[in-house]
């Protein structure tokens, strides 16, 4: 079954309001998170590292006051997309690397949530 | 810099056919490779790694991927489709010094015809 989750699933919202995405590893603990955008047909880019009880690190070319990160607990990371506008519309997904017990070292993807920007 | 190629955007194979997916990198250290595949509504699954050792990898499914240092390579293959086969594939290279950081491919969507 699906080890990490992500929430919500799709999510539409109009041009100028956030969004907070949900990521979740729902039966280990996660030291490291990832953060991921991809567009229709292309690739999965990097946007964020996520430590837990740390800063983000972002990658070169990704607004950090526009793509808010936290990564709070163990098992939870958020991704807050401000003032949204038409082009962030995109798939974003998450991974989870798990960091002790039987799931440690092992990256896992969540399902991804489609955002759409009217 | 660092990067994968995929090289083929769209391959169609006839069910029961063998495949090969392409898969070509350029990485300054040493790299892990993977192999995914997407299906819609579903998380990337891992079909395999190669991390040192043995270059003919085995995974899940069937698949198998082998790793040319000589040629950049990491083609994924499996030697009959099934119709079920049909998703996006991903390629994608790492480091052991990278935490888990991954460079993917553009993809490559497999379509299977009865």
């Known amino acids: 079954g699906a080890v990490v989750s992500q929430h919500p699933s799709r999510v539409i919202c109009k041009s100028g309001t956030s969004v907070k995405i949900e990521c979740r590893s729902l039966d280990f603990q996660a030291t490291t998170m990832f953060w991921y955008r991809q567009f229709p047909k292309k690739s999965l880019m990097l946007m964020a590292t996520?430590?837990?009880?740390?800063?983000?690190?972002?990658e070169q070319g990704v607004e950090k006051d526009k793509f808010l990160i936290n990564h709070a607990s163990l098992t939870l990371s958020t991704l807050t997309v401000t003032s949204a506008h038409p082009e962030d519309s995109s798939f974003y997904i998450c991974?989870?690397?798990?960091?002790?017990?039987?799931?440690?070292?092992?990256?896992?993807f969540g399902p991804g949530t489609r955002l759409t920007v009217l | 810099a660092q990067s994968v190629t995929q090289p083929d955007i769209h391959i169609t194979v006839s069910e029961g056919a063998s495949l090969e997916l392409r898969c070509n990198y350029s990485?300054?250290?040493?790299?892990?490779l993977f192999w995914y595949v997407q299906s819609p509504g579903q998380g990337l699954q891992l079909l395999l790694k190669y991390f040192s050792g043995d270059t003919l990898v085995q995974g899940i499914k069937g698949f198998e991927a082998e790793f040319k240092r000589s040629q950049s390579s990491f083609n994924l293959r499996k030697p009959s489709v099934h119709w079920s086969d049909a998703a996006e594939y991903f390629c994608a290279v790492g480091a052991r010094n990278q935490g888990g950081k991954l460079i993917f491919g553009q993809g490559t969507e497999l379509s299977v015809k009865p």
């Open positions: 990485y300054g250290a040493t790299p892990y």
């Open positions: 996520s430590n837990e009880g740390s800063k983000a690190t972002y």
């Open positions: 991974s989870a690397i798990g960091g002790l017990g039987g799931r440690a070292g092992e990256q896992f």
